[in-house]
């Protein structure tokens, strides 16, 4: 359903993974309109990026540094979400940075860009926090083939 300020709704049931079987009901809502640039994913009339944590699955405030992943850096992993992503091989790289309040930015390391299974227009990317973030809000933008996405907002906080 198209709204009228250009929003799109979809709603559905979509098929759960084989391990945990039956079905489901989703609702989507495109925060813009159809566009070629990437758009992150934030909350409803929000800047707040739609991001987790990748080893706890927990939002922000997130520390640079975290005991509960697996990594040796122990640095924490974010999941960014958004669409307009080229995941082919072949495609443009895909890249992230961080502008945090004294306007310093900074390049979030990309681990991977993959598409979320069973939702064709979503991607999540997972970049490692570098040491350089200081804590606080942060801007998060990704660029493809030279094109910037919308900022999105994620807090850091210190690390434990």
Not at 52 to 76: C, E, I, K, W, Y
Not at 120 to 131: A, F, G, M, R, T
Request: glycine share 8%; proline share 6%.
């Amino acid at each position: 359903m198209l709204q009228p300020d250009g929003k799109l709704i979809a709603v559905g049931q979509f098929w759960k993974d084989s391990t945990f079987g039956g079905s489901g009901f989703g609702v989507a809502r495109y925060l813009t309109a159809a566009s070629s640039a990437p758009q992150l994913l934030t909350e409803e009339n929000s800047e707040k990026a739609v991001a987790l944590d990748s080893g706890t699955m927990v939002r922000d405030p997130f520390p640079v540094f975290t005991t509960f992943n697996f990594s040796a850096d122990h640095r924490t992993r974010l999941m960014l979400f958004a669409t307009n992503v080229d995941t082919q091989p072949g495609a443009a790289v895909v890249t992230v940075q961080a502008e945090d309040s004294q306007h310093r930015i900074v390049s979030l390391p990309v681990e991977c860009t993959v598409k979320v299974p069973g939702f064709d227009w979503l991607s999540e990317i997972c970049v490692k926090l570098p040491n350089e973030l200081t804590t606080g809000d942060i801007y998060i933008s990704l660029s493809q083939g030279g094109v910037t996405s919308n900022k999105a907002l994620v807090k850091i906080k210190a690390s434990p």
